[in-house]
């Protein structure tokens, strides 16, 4: 079946950069969005950013914006997560998410509720 995996996480000083990567493999005919989630110890997941497949827009969370960047190939059904001045409060487990079919309602890219399938999650932790 579907298997979505992700890969980069590590340890990095604040400041510093690290990339993500995330691969989707088997049977998945459709792709609707791609995105980003994490969730620290002791707090609920949170959305970070999302690639949106249809005239290839993207979105990102308030707190990253400006600092993290998507991207990804649809066709290959991959993203990847740039991320730059990385600051402790970054530190979490980073988890990949795909939604196959688009959903109607504002924020729905937000929503992890609103995904199909997901990677076990990479960590990220940031020193200061």
């Known amino acids: 079946q579907v298997q979505v995996v992700e890969s980069g996480g590590g340890l990095v000083q604040a400041g510093g950069s690290l990339r993500l990567s995330c691969t989707v493999s088997?049977?998945?005919?459709?792709?609707?969005?791609m995105a980003w989630f994490r969730q620290a110890p002791g707090k609920e997941r949170e959305f970070v950013a999302a690639q949106k497949w249809i005239r290839g827009e993207t979105v990102y969370s308030d707190s990253v914006k400006g600092r993290f960047a998507i991207s990804g190939d649809k066709a290959r059904n991959t993203v990847a997560l740039e991320m730059h001045s990385l600051k402790p409060d970054d530190t979490a487990v980073y988890s990949c998410?795909?939604?196959?079919?688009?959903?109607?309602?504002?924020?729905?890219?937000?929503?992890?509720?609103?995904?199909?399938?997901w990677g076990q999650g990479t960590q990220v932790t940031v020193s200061s």
């Open positions: 998410a795909l939604m196959l079919h688009g959903r109607i309602g504002s924020h729905w890219y937000d929503q992890p509720s609103n995904y199909d399938y």
């Open positions: 088997g049977a998945t005919f459709t792709n609707y969005a």
